[in-house]
């Protein structure tokens, strides 16, 4: 039933021998390969797949060989088109994959609940108990479905499987997880764009550029391998400036030409001094501004109405808008005018006007550099000088459109001031600027394909209720935030069955003791299914367990996509090799047609061949299948994308860029000179840490940071390749300036308590003047607090009782601020409730 600890050993060691990489084999459970093991393979075979460790879906190759009867894992590489090879890679994280497939943390068959919810005990259960149990729980509420809440994210199935229970079950909630991932930055450029706009809607052009500046991004840390980082080495390579903003020294800020260690979440005051500069010295790029965005259009100075809205005839459906005429000192519409005044100010019929851009001017005038250094320690001449050299170099240069964005309060107006620089410069859309990806292909869905009975979701969703209470731009499917505080505050019902597919929820959410708590309530959550791979924090909670596949160790159903670059890179995802002796998982897709069969929404007898499905989704998108199959992608479109707007007129009022939202103007007037996320108009908004005054000695904000080998909530941080890196590199743990140390008399390796408002995590110090002197900062989810939540799971077999620690061997002296901080206090109501994760003071205490 078990893979034993002897034949793990047995398989890696073999596998050790038959590569021809340098493989990562963990050294304590795989130690070296013995003479008798090493013997040859019969035979290799190459699967083509793409790696979903971080959900960047870069196409591997994976070398599966033959030996002794037993298949092994024998090395992975990155698979590429040899034309378009700038834009394929892999990072270091799939190297793990043939010590993941023997993590002791693995679920090996379904497992029910034995004890009170939140203990962490199980049974093993067979696949027909497990399906029965969950289709019951599911078809009592299928008169009710809003009461099935759904969790997927991770996995090529994610999108199945949210589509699975709103068009097939009827629930309207199901959600992501980007509310705590990069909803800030998406709400931000929402203004500007009329659309929520993710890190994926944009390409850096960082293989053309001259001067690339990151703010609270590294991609030398949060790697997207394909394409990504592989741009940004290019970019390098051609001596592209890199300026560096980060609260921690880092790979990137040792590989950065400058760089500035700030205070966390301060960020915002060097971009609104940036902006300062750029206006007040007229470095802006006019004629961009002219043609692509709403810089010439006049509001009144009192109210900041626009003066004149009308229809354009240029534009279907689009608003032109009245200017002041340069060419004769006439008003008329923008549509009509030869020569729009960028910087106007004047009376019309009697009452005073100005332009969006000397409104935008008028309000950052007082965040100069000087007032910016004050905040963040960043000498005033620097930012002047940032400011002449990003326009000197434009449109080759750019302030870089980030990736996480929930981390502080003020996120979502950082990214809206950063992306107004990049338009100030005409950089957004230019050849080495910000350029815009490829977009993405469709496919069929399987659903439709194999003729499961669809009906329509209903019902009031939780974001639909908690919009009515007030919270504002929540981003449709990214609401797990939300979901966390319907389970706190039992609001608007009770939820039936909590499904969470490959979500580390728990984890992954803010949530604290608050979201622990209520998750053993049956009156909140009467039932909590999870499918994982392995052990988490939220299958503690669990009381169902569904034991699914690595990502290469069955035949996905659907076609993927790897989306971040110019090149449209379709890939199929191809089963490597079975998963271990022992471990009896299945596919998420399996799972939903076994449910769909029990709930009479398929015929009993319906076979499924993965493989035809996928073979359909291709010819219906006019893709070879068989040249797919055998090269593991295919390219769709390969065009740089070089415009402003990205091709087409915007989802904006004007079908422009709108430097101040002429929507957002109507609704949100009322917070113009208010420092709030919601104001129109660029402004300070203060991180949430910062409202308390300073912080006492003993008082930080802990940072959490990718190091290139974590994957955030997930299976990697088990592997020894993970947690040996991080000891290696003095990562294990939380790093303190030494003036703070001294100062609370720590050493290097003592033993803390990390207080938060809403739980307590234990961390091991590492001293260093790496980082900033407020923060504390640590790889993500490298801790678990039992205090908090519980770190070992028991497991009755059929041979005895299993025990697996999630964090052992001393590790998980790291932190997580999801169990620190209060998730109805260090969230940002105004963007959708996101978390703001980091936005809170941890005390320390010593042990
Ligand atoms: N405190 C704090 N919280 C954070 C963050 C932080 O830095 N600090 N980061 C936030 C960010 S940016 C994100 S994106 C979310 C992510 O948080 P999650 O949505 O939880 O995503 P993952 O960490 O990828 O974990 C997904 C779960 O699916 C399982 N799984 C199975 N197969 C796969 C697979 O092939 N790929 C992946 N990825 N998982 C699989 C993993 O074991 C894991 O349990 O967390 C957010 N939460
Ligand atoms: N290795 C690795 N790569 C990944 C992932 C992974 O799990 N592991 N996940 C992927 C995902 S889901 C995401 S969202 C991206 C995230 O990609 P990034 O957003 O680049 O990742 P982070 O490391 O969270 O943050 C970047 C930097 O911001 C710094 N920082 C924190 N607070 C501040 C601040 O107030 N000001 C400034 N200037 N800097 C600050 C951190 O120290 C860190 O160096 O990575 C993707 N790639
Ligand atoms: S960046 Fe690395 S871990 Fe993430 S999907 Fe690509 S290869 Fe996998
Ligand atoms: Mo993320």
């Not at 659309?195 to 990151?214: C, H, I, Q, R, T």
Request: contains cysteine; charged residues 25%.
């Amino acid at each position: 039933m078990r893979i034993t600890r002897r034949e793990a050993l047995k398989l890696a060691a073999v596998a050790a021998a038959s590569s021809a990489l340098p493989l990562s084999i963990p050294r304590r459970r795989l130690p070296r390969a013995r003479a008798g093991s090493s013997a040859a393979p019969t035979s290799i075979r190459v699967a083509n797949t793409a790696c979903i460790i971080c959900g960047q879906r870069c196409p591997i190759r994976i070398y599966v060989a033959e030996v002794g009867g037993e298949q092994v894992v024998a090395k992975v590489v990155y698979n590429t088109d040899p034309e378009y090879d700038r834009y394929f890679a892999a990072c270091g994280r799939p190297q793990a994959i043939p010590e993941l497939r023997f993590l002791p943390q693995r679920i090996r068959r379904p497992l029910l609940r034995v004890g009170a919810r939140g203990e962490g005990r199980f049974r093993e259960i067979s696949w027909e108990e497990a399906l029965n149990i969950l289709a019951e729980k599911l078809k009592k509420y299928l008169d009710e479905p809003w009461r099935i809440v759904v969790l997927s994210h991770q996995g090529f199935e994610g999108g199945l499987v949210r589509s699975f229970f709103e068009s097939v079950l009827g629930t309207p909630n199901t959600t992501q997880h980007c509310d705590t991932c990069h909803t800030g930055c998406d709400i931000g450029r929402k203004p500007i764009f009329g659309a929520y706009k993710g890190p994926s809607a944009f390409m850096p052009d960082y293989a053309n550029a001259k001067l690339a500046v990151f703010m609270g991004r590294n991609p030398a840390g949060g790697i997207v391998a394909s394409a990504w980082t592989k741009m940004f080495t290019e970019g390098r390579a051609n001596k592209m400036k890199l300026v560096v903003f980060d609260v921690r020294e880092s790979r990137l800020t040792e590989l950065a030409d400058e760089y500035y260690i700030i205070p966390p979440g301060t960020d915002l005051a060097v971009s609104l001094a940036l902006l300062n500069i750029i206006l007040s010295e007229r470095l802006y790029n006019k004629d961009y501004l002219v043609k692509w965005t709403n810089a010439p259009m006049l509001v009144y100075a009192d109210t900041m109405e626009p003066v004149k809205l009308a229809p354009n005839p240029l534009m279907k459906g689009k608003k032109t808008y009245l200017v002041y005429d340069e060419a004769d000192g006439k008003f008329r519409l923008k549509t009509e005018a030869l020569s729009p005044a960028l910087e106007y100010e004047g009376t019309y019929q009697g009452r005073p006007v100005k332009t969006v851009l000397l409104a935008i001017r008028d309000a950052v005038k007082n965040y100069t550099p000087e007032w910016a250094e004050k905040i963040t320690g960043v000498p005033a001449n620097a930012i002047r000088r940032l400011a002449h050299e990003l326009a000197d170099a434009a449109p080759k240069a750019f302030i870089d459109h980030g990736y996480k964005g929930t981390r502080y309060y003020n996120e979502g107006m950082l990214n809206r001031v950063n992306m107004l620089i990049n338009i100030m410069l005409g950089s957004l859309g230019a050849k080495g600027g910000i350029a815009y990806p490829a977009g993405k292909p469709h496919f069929k869905s399987p659903i439709d394909i194999l003729g499961i009975a669809k009906t329509k979701p209903r019902g009031t969703s939780i974001p639909g209720y908690w919009a009515s209470q007030g919270v504002e731009n929540i981003r449709p499917g990214c609401w797990s935030m939300l979901v966390a505080r319907s389970i706190i505050e039992g609001k608007p019902y009770p939820i039936g069955v909590l499904f969470i597919h490959l979500e580390n929820f728990v984890s992954h959410v803010l949530g604290g003791r608050k979201l622990a708590e209520a998750l053993k309530d049956e009156n909140r959550v009467e039932f909590i299914v999870v499918l994982d791979t392995v052990f988490n924090e939220t299958t503690m909670y669990a009381d169902l367990v569904l034991p699914v596949p690595f990502f290469f160790e069955y035949e996905p159903i659907t076609l993927n996509y790897a989306k971040k670059s110019y090149v449209s890179v379709v890939v199929d995802p191809q089963k490597a090799l079975d998963p271990p002796r022992g471990v009896d998982a299945r596919p998420t897709w399996w799972i939903l047609v076994e449910i769909a069969k029990r709930l009479g929404k398929l015929p009993p007898g319906a076979s499924v061949d993965p493989i035809a499905v996928k073979r359909k989704q291709a010819e219906e998108a006019g893709i070879n299948y068989a040249e797919l199959r055998r090269k593991g992608y295919a390219l769709l479109w390969t065009k740089p994308k070089y415009h402003p707007w990205g091709g087409k007129p915007l989802p904006t009022t004007t079908g422009e860029l709108e430097l101040v939202n002429v929507e957002w103007l109507a609704k949100y007037r009322s917070y113009i000179g208010k420092e709030s996320p919601l104001n129109p108009l660029p402004c300070w908004v203060p991180p949430l840490w910062m409202r308390k005054g300073g912080l006492a000695d003993n008082e930080f904000v802990v940072v959490e940071f990718q190091d290139p080998l974590t994957a955030i909530n997930n299976f990697m941080r088990f592997a020894r390749l993970v947690s040996d890196s991080l000891k290696w590199g003095r990562l294990y743990g939380v790093q303190m300036h030494p003036s703070r140390a001294r100062r609370l008399g720590l050493r290097d390796g003592d033993l803390v308590r990390l207080v938060g408002p809403n739980g307590e995590v234990t961390a091991r110090v590492i001293v260093t003047e790496k980082v900033h002197p407020m923060v504390l900062a640590a790889p993500h989810a490298t801790a678990l607090d039992e205090r908090v939540v519980p770190n070992k799971v028991v497991v009755e077999t059929s041979s005895g009782t299993l025990t697996v620690k999630l964090f052992g061997d001393g590790g998980g002296y790291g932190v997580n601020n999801n169990f620190l901080g209060d998730p109805m206090v260090s969230v940002v109501p105004e963007e959708g409730y996101r978390a703001a994760q980091h936005d809170f003071v941890v005390r320390v205490e010593k042990l």
